[in-house]
Structures are given as structure tokens and as C-alpha cells.
């Protein structure tokens, strides 16, 4: 702003004119790189949600084998204590991970729910899997593997990192990209009242480029298929 008062004070001086637009540049390029560290952010966290679908998965084949263990022991007339201690041990780490919930169904059925569907039935899995979303840059929504249907998930780990994804750091990316529109919208109102040296007036500052239909402005600059870079505004001088 030190920039801007000084150009309105001596609005002839070219040299004054060349630091407000560099002065613009720097500051499309901070809040460019803020919106990358928060979105390569959510992108490690949504790395982390699919490695904990993972483990979620094998702490469930953990528990389907050792049911299938323990009713052999038990019909074979042995104490499975040891299977028993493994499979509880197996429960609570799997209860840190997601909302869980244990019911025995009968004498020889030991079922883990998440929500109303079942993860464990016996010696029968479940698993879970993860589905990119395009709505949401491609990160993975967490669905049963067998039918693709929404896993109801209230809690855990998994919760944990869903919500720092989805809600914490995504607001933070939706404030950015709203002061950055009421930005360019007052300094563009504020330059389009001016003259330039040549005499033409109505010309904005910051110039929208529309490159791309992402929400974030990703954007496919090399033309390789990957979106490799972002475009916040650019400054038109």
C-alpha cells in the first residue's frame, strides 16, 4: 500500500508506476504459493487417508482369520486364549482407527459394524476402499470396496484426517480465494478511475485469466496431462 500512496502522490513518475506493479506481482505470487503449500498439504493428508484404508483393511483380515482360528480351537476342544487376546488387541487398534462397533450374532459369529454395515462377519471381510473424487481435485472419498456405497465414518484416525482435508484446510483455501476476489475487485474499481500515462483510463490492474474450469485454478501449462501449475490473477500493468 506504501507503493500505491506514493504513485498517488507523483502518478507521472515511471519509476514509482514499475515498483506498484512489481509490487503486484509479488503479491499474486505470495498468495499463489500460500494456496500451494495448503493444497500439496490436503494432497499429503490424502495420501495419509489412504494408507490408514490400508491398515483398516488388514486389521480386518486380521480379525476374519483369527475368528476362523478361534472356531477351530473351539471345536477341537482347545482354549484359544492367546487367539483371543490377539483378536481384542487387533479390535481396540482397529477402534482407533474408525467408529466400530461389536456384536456377537451367535455362538460362532463374532461381527465388527462401522455405521450399519459390516467390516468383519465371522470369517468373511469387508473391505474398504478409496475413490477419487473429481468434485474434490480427485481426493479419495472412503467407500466399501464390494458396492462403492459411502462408508458412514464418525470417528478415529481416519475421521481425524477427513476433517483436516476436507473441512479445516479446504475453508482456509475458501478464504484465500474470497480475499482474493474482494482484492482484485477494490484495486481494479480504484485503477479503472486512473489515467495511464498514455491517457487511457477503464483498465483494470489485475487481469482474471480463465485458463482452466478448476475450482483452484490447476491448470494443465505443458500440456503433458498433469495440472502443473495454478493461476490465481496476473497483473496487467
Do not use: C
Not at 64 to 81: C, E, M, V, Y
Not at 210 to 232: A, F, P, S, V, W
Amino acid at each position: 500500500w506504501k507503493s500505491w500512496e506514493k504513485l498517488n502522490a507523483n502518478p507521472d513518475d515511471r519509476a514509482t508506476r514499475a515498483v506498484v506493479r512489481e509490487s503486484g506481482v509479488t503479491l499474486s505470487r505470495s498468495i499463489s504459493k500460500t494456496f500451494d503449500r495448503l493444497f500439496n498439504l490436503q494432497s499429503n493428508i490424502d495420501t495419509q487417508v489412504k494408507l490408514k484404508i490400508d491398515e483398516i483393511n488388514a486389521s480386518a483380515r486380521l480379525i476374519a482369520d483369527l475368528n476362523a482360528q478361534i472356531l477351530k480351537s473351539q471345536q477341537s476342544g482347545d482354549n484359544p486364549n492367546d487367539l483371543l487376546d490377539k483378536r481384542d488387541l487387533a479390535v481396540e487398534k482397529l477402534s482407533k482407527m474408525i467408529n466400530v462397533n461389536v456384536v456377537r450374532g451367535d455362538a460362532d459369529e463374532f461381527i465388527v459394524y462401522v455405521g450399519s454395515q459390516y467390516l468383519v462377519q465371522g470369517q468373511k471381510m469387508r473391505g474398504l476402499a478409496g475413490e477419487g473424487n473429481p468434485k474434490r481435485d480427485g481426493f479419495v472419498d472412503v467407500r466399501w470396496a464390494d458396492d462403492k456405497s459411502e462408508v458412514k465414518i464418525e470417528k478415529g484416525e481416519i475421521n481425524a484426517l477427513l476433517e483436516l482435508r476436507d473441512v479445516t484446510i479446504a475453508d482456509q483455501i475458501t478464504q484465500i480465494d474470497n480475499m482474493t476476489t474482494n482484492l482484485v475487485d477494490l484495486v481494479n474499481e480504484s485503477h479503472r478511475d486512473g489515467f495511464g500515462l498514455n491517457l487511457k483510463t477503464g483498465i483494470n490492474f489485475f487481469q482474471e485469466v480463465k485458463l482452466t474450469q478448476n475450482r483452484n485454478g490447476n491448470h494443465d501449462l505443458n500440456g503433458d496431462g498433469q495440472e502443473d501449475h495454478t493461476i490465481l490473477f496476473k497483473v496487467s500493468g
